[in-house]
């Protein structure tokens, strides 16, 4: 496994430690024939589909037996980590060669996917890959373009596809279940000391763009009074949804970016823009949400005397993942002797698609000081080792039975 994870950091290594893989780049086609060719020498059927998605395939089962497919991504941000991704397709495929070792015989077909860009960090069409699988439509994605001006389109007509066919990626129907292992990016399994964390919601995300026009005015002889401060007005809403997060279990709230105009020192602030990013684990509490970011940005205007344009940007449900499947990984951990718990996950994954399809499971293993998206991602030997382990076992479970 280690060995694995090193020849696959060579691939777009970086001097910093870091690795770049980004979507559709020869590197990470260079990542595809390494992994296909590992996939070939067990014995899998492997081919790269039309969305660019590398799947490899152990046919089994009688005609028609839905497969499990094992998947996550070979792809990176740019200067990204080690693990993020290529761990769980790195764990399939030695999990399939360990159950291969064992002489068993799987009663339905097992697929391996690495998926074409989850992380979205070129052309801002995160899970690519996964949505074509799953059957959604990606090519309306075709205009956006990279920080080069390429398009998506572009960028997949140098990679030898063709953006209009990628609709035939599409083989959701073919497959009965979806397993995923990855690295935590977060504290908490460290901070527990818990080895196994056995996901059971991804996380869901609102985004938002807001404008709040006050008036621009003379910062010296306008009365504190009389103001309308667009940018006071920010902070507040910032500070509101901050101590909305907190009070709420498993919710976060970010205000990541901002502009005021005019943008002098000695100038009251008439505008402010700035957006909103709030995250819940389950439906519930992500519709709760909803109501309070309404709320609170109507109520802080109207206190500021400002007028407010909400837009609402963006929008990914949470997805609550199958019980019996959870059941199943904390068993499968179990067996392994490792400690494990329950836990969201706060990040987004190619399950959160797939998932919302057929049952889907998620396995987690710690994260070194719960960094991600760096040359400092790391998690132990014995983790990754440990989580293939349960990924395994998982395997064992769900290819007994149709
Ligand atoms: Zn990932």
Redesign the pocket.
């Known amino acids: 496994m280690s060995e694995s994870l090193v020849e696959l950091a060579r691939i777009g290594g970086g001097a910093d430690g870091g690795v770049t893989r980004v979507a559709w780049s020869p590197e990470l086609f260079d990542a595809y024939a390494w992994a296909g060719e590992r996939m070939r020498t067990m014995g899998l059927e492997v081919e790269i589909d039309l969305a660019g998605n590398l799947i490899g395939r152990w046919p089994a089962g009688r005609d028609g037996s839905s497969a499990v497919l094992v998947g996550?991504?070979l792809d990176t941000v740019p200067s990204g980590g080690r693990f993020?991704?290529v761990l769980?397709v790195v764990a399939a495929i030695h999990a399939v060669a360990l159950l291969k070792e064992e002489g068993f015989e799987p009663a339905r077909p097992l697929w391996i996917a690495a998926f074409m860009d989850?992380?979205g960090t070129r052309f801002n069409a995160a899970l690519f890959g996964s949505r074509a699988f799953a059957g959604e439509d990606v090519t309306d994605l075709g205009e956006r373009v990279d920080a080069a001006g390429e398009s998506l389109r572009e960028a997949v007509a140098a990679a030898g596809f063709d953006l209009d066919q990628a609709g035939a990626a599409n083989r959701i129907g073919e497959v009965g279940a979806y397993l995923e292992l990855?690295?935590e990016?977060g504290p908490v399994l460290e901070a527990e000391g818990v080895e196994i964390g056995v996901v059971t919601s991804i996380v869901g995300l609102r985004g938002y763009r807001v404008r709040l026009t006050g008036e621009a005015n003379h910062a010296g002889t306008t009365p504190m009074g009389l103001r309308r401060d667009a940018f006071v007005g920010a902070a507040r809403i910032a500070l509101e949804l901050r101590d909305a997060a907190r009070s709420r279990e498993a919710v976060t709230a970010n205000v990541g970016k901002i502009a005021v105009e005019p943008g002098g020192a000695n100038v009251v602030p008439g505008l402010a823009e700035f957006t909103i990013d709030v995250r819940a684990t389950t439906t519930a509490d992500m519709v709760e949400l909803e109501a309070v970011v309404g709320e609170i940005v109507a109520r802080v205007a109207e206190e500021e005397g400002l007028e407010v344009d909400l837009l609402a940007s963006f929008s990914l449900d949470p997805l609550e993942l199958d019980p019996d499947y959870i059941d199943v990984v904390e068993r499968a951990a179990a067996d392994e002797g490792a400690t494990s718990m329950r836990m969201p996950s706060g990040?987004g994954?190619?399950a959160m698609i797939v998932g919302r399809h057929v049952p889907a499971a998620m396995v987690f293993v710690p994260s070194r000081r719960g960094i991600?998206h760096s040359p400092e991602e790391y998690s132990s030997p014995e983790h990754t080792e440990l989580g293939m382990r349960v990924l395994a076992g998982v395997l064992r479970q769900t290819l007994v039975r149709d």
């Open positions: 996550s991504h993020d991704g769980g989850e992380e990855h690295i990016q990040a994954h190619d991600s």
